[in-house]
């Protein structure tokens, strides 16, 4: 039986198998869900024992454990290093899923749950692709997993583990399925990921909550401070106004951003996608710009105040506001976010007091698309979907790709099969069942092209 074969005859149970993966909510940033965390882990182990590895472990850290397994053929053969997540997006708000989001449902040919698509239905492709190899005779490589816990939360003790466990992880490449494809009819692979600087940022005024008619007008009120501070961070043309933001940021060539706008993209179906008559960013840059090589700045959560039912008439004593800013080559996430932090505390009144504090963030990326690992993985393309793959840059992080070239000197091969329109982190996020089994096609024919 070949690879094709393999897989063909054994969909059912693989799509079977992932189903009861996602069930088990590992929400990693949500301490409730940490007993889950540890099932869904477990689970993977398991799986990665009956797809073959030679043995397979938890290993546990400060945080959520991470899951290594290997099967080590030959060692005169090239090594691949798969990594991926089994943590989850929290699921919320609840109310928008048309099915529960940690019971899966199968509905016109996509699988609908809570991290079917980032990542676990991604990293189940590997785990199918090397029972497939294993089982067809196939296999010329060594392969190592490393299953982590806390992507989702900014990878903090995955970056230790690998600075302690050098050898163990020595590999000839690493590769991640978890990034998209244009679209089924356009392979791609991703090439480029931004990084990210993720900041909150606290305004506070008056030493309590006051009623909004005694001081209203004569004590300047944290929210409304909170909104122009906001506002002044970008100017009408989508610019972010931090002196010294852009300083490093890499301009593309001319050619290169031809290459860019060959890649097709309708931005009528993408409006109409999403629901909006315009989009809006940065003036001078198209929409695949926007998110593949420019920085941007966006506030994901802002706070403070009466937010119950009906009015309370209150000028809150503080508010609160979380802020992203995804970069690209070559800013510097500490850098930025003490130029935020500086930019930020400036813009304060005397009236207010400010503190800006920096979450987890990460470097951006681009992989060389030179490498044989890279063309490895075009040619696994081109005999799966019968098209050459277009290298991509996505808007997206994964803050340990850059980890990962700094620790173990590794080059990552970004071979993703989502789709944007998965609705990553979103209600009723999916994965197609087409781009399941033609991921662990893709995948298997991988081991096929790469020879170190
Ligand atoms: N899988 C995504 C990253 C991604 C999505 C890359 C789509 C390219 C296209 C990943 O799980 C993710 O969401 N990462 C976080 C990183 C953060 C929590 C540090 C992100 O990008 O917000
Ligand atoms: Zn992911």
Known sequence: MNQKEY?????????DELV??????SVSADSKHKEDVKKAAEFARQSLLKAGVDNAEICETAGHPIVYGEKLIDSSLPTVLVYGHYDVQP????????SPPFEPMIKDGKIYARGSSDDKGQV?????????????????????????????????????FVSENKEKLKADVILISDTSIINNETPSITAGLRGLSYMEVEVVGPNRDLHSG????????????????????????????????????????????????????????????????????????STIERTGIRPTLDVNGIWGGYIGEGAKTVL???????ISMR????????????????????????????????????????????SSAFLAASEAFKEAWGKEPIPTREGGSIPIVA???????????????????????????????????????????FYKYFKG
């Open 124 to 160: 189940y492709m590997h785990v199918k692709a090397l029972e497939t190899m294993v089982n067809t005779n196939t296999l010329t490589c060594n392969i190592k997993f490393m299953i982590e816990g806390e992507e989702e939360v900014g990878s903090d003790n995955l970056g230790i």
């Open 20 to 25: 009861e993966w996602l069930k088990i909510p």
């Open 91 to 98: 699921p919320d708000p609840l109310d928008l899923w048309n």
């Open 214 to 285: 005694v001081y209203g007008g004569a004590v300047n009120n944290p929210l409304n401070v909170l909104c122009e501070m906001i506002a002044k961070l970008k100017d009408e043309d989508g610019k972010i106004t931090i002196p010294g933001f852009y300083d490093k940021v890499q301009e593309l060539t001319k050619e290169e951003r031809e290459l860019m706008a060959k890649q097709p993209f309708d931005i009528h179906d993408y409006k109409s996608d999403l629901g909006v008559e315009d989009v809006f960013g940065e003036k001078g840059y």
């Open 316 to 322: 809150p004593s503080k508010a609160s506001a979380k």
């Open 7 to 15: 897989i063909e005859k054994n969909k059912d149970r693989f799509l």
């Open 403 to 445: 980890l990962f070239r700094e620790k173990l000197g590794l080059d990552s091969v970004l071979l993703g099969f989502g789709l944007d329109s998965d609705a990553l982190h979103s209600p009723n996020e999916h994965y197609g069942l087409f781009n399941f089994y033609k991921g662990i096609e893709t995948i298997s024919l």
């Open 327 to 370: 970069l690209v080559p070559n800013q510097d996430t500490d850098e930025i976010a003490d130029l935020f932090s500086n930019h930020f505390k400036s813009l304060a009144p005397k009236s207010v007091k400010v503190k800006v504090t920096k979450h987890h963030g990460g470097q951006p990326v681009v992989t060389d698309i030179y």
